[in-house]
Nanobody, 124 residues
Framework: VQLQASGGGLVQAGGSLRLSCAAS????????MGWFRQAPGKERTFVAS????????SYADSVKGRFHISKDNGKNTQYLQMNSLEAEDTAVYYC??????????????????WGQGTLVTVSS
């Protein structure tokens, strides 16, 4: 299964973007999907996640109330709606999928399938 992220771009502070991540290939049934981001010179960090079956969501504190993660099981696609964007949100955003396991949903090491990343640039 391949993950394809899209929707990144340049936006002014306060603006919005919606990222998409489509899974293609054989039957797709992860335990959860997530979004991570990596700013220049920094480590990749958790943004949001959603369980594929129950739709339980989780967010990093820095994006709570501004970002919304959702999914469309029929289209094998997850989305990240990003509102009230700030310059600090500038990063390459990666989507990922993971199987069931004991690791937390915000643990990037639990994710075994990664998309190629899409760049989000927020100008101040």
């Amino acid at each position: 299964v391949q993950l394809q992220a899209s929707g990144g771009g340049l936006v002014q502070a306060g603006g919005s973007l919606r990222l998409s991540c489509a899974a293609s290939g054989r039957t797709f049934s992860p335990y959860a999907m997530g979004w991570f981001r990596q700013a220049p010179g920094k480590e990749r960090t958790f943004v949001a996640s959603i369980t594929w079956g129950g739709g339980v969501t989780s967010y990093a504190d820095s994006v709570k109330g501004r970002f919304h993660i959702s999914k469309d099981n029929g289209k094998n696609t997850q989305y990240l709606q990003m509102n009230s964007l700030e310059a600090e949100d500038t990063a390459v955003y990666y989507c990922a999928a993971r199987p069931f396991g004991r690791r937390r949903l915000d643990d990037l090491n639990a994710y075994d399938n990664w998309g190629q990343g899409t760049l989000v640039t927020v100008s101040s």
